[in-house]
Structure formats: C-alpha cells, structure tokens
Nanobody, 121 residues
Framework: QVQLVESGGGLVQAGSSLRLSCTASALAFSNYAMGWFRQAPGKEREFTGLINRAGGTYYADYVEGRFTISRDNAKNTVYLQMNSLKPEDAAVYYC???????????????WGQGTQVTISP
C-alpha cells in the first residue's frame, strides 16, 4: 500500500523559511507527479504546487515565487521549500501522488497525513 509521510512543519516567524519533505513508500516514485496542497482552518483544501515526472514545476498564483518544489527520486522524496512566509501561509500541508500532473485534488490517488505549518506575526 502506498504511503506518503510529510515532515518538516513547525512554528516559524513571518518572513522566515521552512522546508517540508514528503517521503513515499510502496510507490514507483519516479513514475508519478507529486503535488502539494494546503488547508487552513475553516477553508477548503487548495492547490499549492506540483512537480511532474520530468521535474517540471507549476505553482498556485499566491505562491508568488516564494516556494520551490523539488524531488529526489533516489530518496523517493519530494520537497517544498517555502521562503518569505506570511501569516496567511499557515495551514496543514499535504503531499499527494498522481498519475499525471494536475491541480485538482480529485486527481491524486494517495495522500499523506499532513504537516502543520504555523506562522507567528
């Protein structure tokens, strides 16, 4: 069974950086696109960014060049580097796997449990 495990969340100050990791098991990792989503309290889960099998990336508009997604297929791990964090970036961040790169959550077949990111003003 495919398992995705996120790590790296925590409490940081606004303006600082954080790197989230997501490690996959029981998955031919390099064959899949990986997405990052987030969900803030009282809000719907929203797309943050993705990386396709070839390493190409795509981001939501609100990222505004602050986040970078990368992958290390040898480690079955995808990363979300977040810089210049804002209070509105506070959310639970999830990674997910898909057959092909897409921005809708319904297209992802496996999800991690999420990691909390909290931003202090």
């Amino acid at each position: 069974q495919v398992q995705l495990v996120e790590s790296g969340g925590g409490l940081v100050q606004a303006g600082s950086s954080l790197r989230l990791s997501c490690t996959a098991s029981a998955l031919a990792f390099s064959n899949y696109a990986m997405g990052w989503f987030r969900q803030a309290p009282g809000k719907e889960r929203e797309f943050t960014g993705l990386i396709n099998r070839a390493g190409g990336t795509y981001y939501a508009d609100y990222v505004e060049g602050r986040f970078t997604i990368s992958r290390d297929n040898a480690k079955n791990t995808v990363y979300l580097q977040m810089n210049s964090l804002k209070p509105e970036d506070a959310a639970v961040y999830y990674c997910a796997a898909a057959q092909a790169a897409r921005t809708d959550a319904q297209g992802y077949f496996s999800w991690g449990q999420g990691t909390q990111v909290t931003i202090s003003p």
